[in-house]
């Protein structure tokens, strides 16, 4: 049982076994417990196998012999639990008895298949469940790579808008600057020739010439 399942089971258990499969050998519960007890002291101290070249662990089973050493196991039980039955028909109370513990142990089987079937739709449901979140996950992650590239384009695009406006910016101010001193120099030149204007209007009107009639009405003598 320690090689097909790796495991330790109560004594109760390997007497249920003997009742099946080996009906003569009655050992008492001391003495299973007492060779369990040597056999985990005896497994204790194996040396641990080393694992295979170029892999981190080497599986003890491969997965199709895990699976077709269960499909044995199931089928030497159900041998087992037949020729149980044959062996045990009879009238006597030791017949009876045996055969009553060989029908609780056949409830408790098809119990814990019934069981083991129940685990099996669950871990399948949550197996598909589990599928349906990665493929949800993986579409979110998509939608949310798609939108960062976006956001990154916007911000490039905003970033390149906001330096053309700086430039432009920066451009009209040079601009209206030499707008400025264009137009203050014109006014300041405006200002000299206004000022030469009237001097020599003023030589003009000392040497006897014509004052306009515009100026006389404005400023009569």
Sequence with gaps: ?????????SPTIYR???????PARRPSTVTLADEKAR???????????????????APSVAAPDLYALQ????????QGLHRARQTLRGDSAE???LLNRLQESEQ??????????????EL??????ARQHAEEAARATAALARQSDGIAALTAEVTELRKFALTSIDEAR???????????????????????????????YQKGAEIPDELTKEHPR
């Design 1 to 9: 049982m320690h090689e097909a399942t790796g495991q330790l089971f």
């Design 16 to 22: 249920r076994l003997l009742v099946a499969f080996a």
């Design 39 to 57: 056999l985990a002291v005896e497994l204790a101290c194996r040396p641990t196998s080393a694992p295979a070249p170029g892999s981190s662990e």
């Design 71 to 78: 499909a044995g196991i199931a089928e030497a039980v159900e």
């Design 95 to 97: 017949s009876r008895f």
């Design 108 to 121: 408790q089987l098809a119990q814990l298949r019934g069981t083991a079937a129940s685990l099996a739709v």
């Design 124 to 129: 399948e449901v949550a197996r598909q469940s």
């Design 174 to 204: 040079g601009e209206g600057r030499v707008w400025k001193e264009r137009a203050i120099a014109l006014e300041v030149r405006r200002q000299a020739d206004a000022r030469l204007m009237e001097s020599f209007r003023r030589l003009a």
